[in-house]
């Protein structure tokens, strides 16, 4: 299966250590595959835990992603 490009949404650390709110991955369409393919092209995540969001509900690894999906990545929020 051919990769697809996925736009990824970053948000709190994640877009400050990447320098944007949004970036680009080339990846199969479960969410392990587009983690893994994140961690490839910015390692400086890597060490930063965060959570996917698919069409604005949480995902496990082992989910597909639709094509077209709306992607985010949250990381740990803490609050009151």
Not at 28 to 41: F, G, K, L, M, T
Not at 45 to 59: E, W
């Amino acid at each position: 299966m051919e990769p697809i490009q996925h736009t990824v949404l970053l948000f709190g650390q994640l877009a400050e250590k990447c320098g944007s709110k949004e970036i680009v991955v080339a990846a199969d369409q479960s969410a392990a595959a587009v983690i893994e393919a994140i961690h490839e092209a910015y390692p400086v995540l890597a060490d930063i835990p965060f959570r996917v969001a698919v069409n604005r509900k949480l995902v496990d690894i082992q989910d597909e992603i639709p094509q077209g999906a709306e992607i985010a990545l949250l990381p740990p929020f803490s609050g009151g």
